[in-house]
């Protein structure tokens, strides 16, 4: 079954640090992949995304991904953390060739930041 | 920038009752979505609608659950005799296409309690 796991429950960091997100899939085919943001109170947003081509993707506040096929893995990492970052984060999933229309979600990582 | 937008954005309801939650997707977006999230656990795809109808639902959708699009512009669920256990954030999503191909962009969510 396709799934997405994210290891880490909760992770604290300091301001400045750098920070790194696990995800891991599980998809047969080839995996369409997603790091959403919630800030408390607020809804998704989307950070960025994996669909082809090149393994290394940049997204919004200073985030970027690298899908690692022999892996299994889409981990989120940031060089230099944020107050503002503390939020949860949530990988999610799809693939192609189906034609599912939902997406799967992990369990989302809390991260907190240390001033 | 164009958003999804979910109203109310906290319903608290007694037990039995019937709510509706209210959406507005993005307005070229053709698919659109309602996710639940149950305090401290995942985000959970319940349905996906395309076309004027259901086109995935998941084994939580059930005849307890409805959803319409009744004009241009409103996506709702209906929750037909709400139950403890429904008490969650539930999200609104749309999106140009399948998730596959492009991303889905989600409301801040409505936060329905349960009494």
């Known amino acids: 079954a396709q799934s997405v796991t994210q290891p880490d429950i909760h992770i604290t960091v300091s301001e400045g640090a750098s920070l790194e997100l696990r995800c891991n899939y599980s998809y047969g085919a080839t995996p369409y992949l997603f790091w959403y943001v919630q800030s408390p109170g607020q809804g998704l947003q989307l950070l960025l995304k994996?669909?082809?081509?090149?393994?290394l993707v940049q997204g919004i506040k200073g985030f970027e991904a690298e899908f690692k096929r022999s892996q299994s893995s889409f981990n989120l990492r940031k060089p230099s953390v944020h107050w503002s970052d503390a939020a949860e984060y949530f990988c999610a999933g799809t693939y192609s060739g189906a034609g599912s229309y939902q997406l799967t979600f992990g369990k989302g990582t809390k991260l907190s930041v240390i001033p | 920038e164009p958003e999804v937008t979910q109203t109310p954005s906290h319903q608290v309801t007694q037990m039995g009752q019937e709510v509706i939650l209210r959406c507005v997707p993005i307005s070229n977006h053709l698919y659109f979505y309602w996710y639940r999230q149950i305090l401290g656990q995942k985000v959970e795809f319940l349905v996906s609608f395309y076309n004027n109808e259901i086109s995935e639902k998941s084994e939580i959708f059930d005849d307890q659950f409805s959803v319409e699009r009744p004009d241009g512009s409103n996506f709702t669920l209906k929750i037909r005799s709400t139950k403890l256990e429904d008490s969650a954030m539930y999200f609104c999503a749309s999106s140009e296409a399948l998730p596959g191909q492009v991303e889905a962009f989600f409301g801040q969510g409505t936060r329905l309690t349960v009494v």
């Open positions: 994996y669909f082809s081509g090149d393994t």
